[in-house]
């Protein structure tokens, strides 16, 4: 039986090649694509996928908290974290929402076909070039972090959206909410962390990796 994948990517030819390179692999089958991780997550309800190739700067919903909307599913598809950034804090950020292999797109095409297989099997699979930041973070204390106000799962898509620009009309259409709504989530929002403009929450958003400039 073949491995059902679902590639999420907000570049289309980045999807298209990894289509290619995949669909090589007799045991693998791309049975959907997405662009973002709003999508990726309605594609995982709807397609039950067994592995979610899953980007992590993308517009809408971004790879971390999609990752986390999805492995809340029942019997939620296991998440290959496939991405530019080899940082600590976008590889921790991706295996604390549940992904189980990180791979980074420099790697060679063989290891993403190994971490979906791993991935698959329930295993993981960490590209070479990020394996010693999780050997580092499991084998450190924890560094403090400074206490701050949380903010919910809501409240963190309307303050991607405002950070990439979206209208309050718009983020209202998207989640199917008033635009008197998106204004009061995001005024919360900012009253909680102490900032005062959107130019403040956009540099917020930046720094705790729910958007990033590029998005």
Not at 140 to 156: C, Q, S, W
Not at 190 to 215: C, F, N, V, Y
Request: aromatic share 2%; net charge positive.
């Amino acid at each position: 039986m073949s491995i059902r994948v679902v590639l999420v990517d907000d570049h289309t030819l980045m999807r298209q090649g990894l289509r290619l390179l995949l669909c090589e692999d007799a045991q693998i089958e791309v049975v959907g694509e997405a662009e973002n991780g709003r999508d990726a997550l309605r594609l995982a309800r709807e397609l039950a996928p067994d592995v979610v190739v899953m980007d992590i700067s993308m517009r809408e919903l971004n790879g971390i908290d999609a990752t986390r909307e999805i492995r809340a599913l029942p019997n939620p598809p296991r998440v290959v974290a496939l991405s530019t950034y080899a940082d600590r804090r976008f590889v921790l950020g991706m295996l604390d929402a549940g992904a189980s292999s990180y791979v980074v797109k420099t790697a060679a095409a063989a290891d993403l076909k190994r971490a979906i297989a791993a991935a698959a099997a329930s295993q993981s699979f960490l590209s070479p070039e990020i394996a010693g930041i999780v050997v580092a973070a499991r084998n450190e204390p924890a560094p403090p972090r400074p206490a701050r106000p949380a903010i919910g799962k809501r409240e963190r898509e309307i303050v991607q959206l405002v950070a990439e620009g979206q209208s309050s009309a718009r983020i209202a259409a998207r989640m199917h909410i008033s635009p008197a709504t998106v204004d009061t989530h995001r005024r919360n929002v900012m009253r909680k962390l102490g900032l005062h403009s959107i130019a403040d929450l956009t540099r917020w958003a930046i720094r705790e990796g729910i958007t990033s400039i590029d998005a």
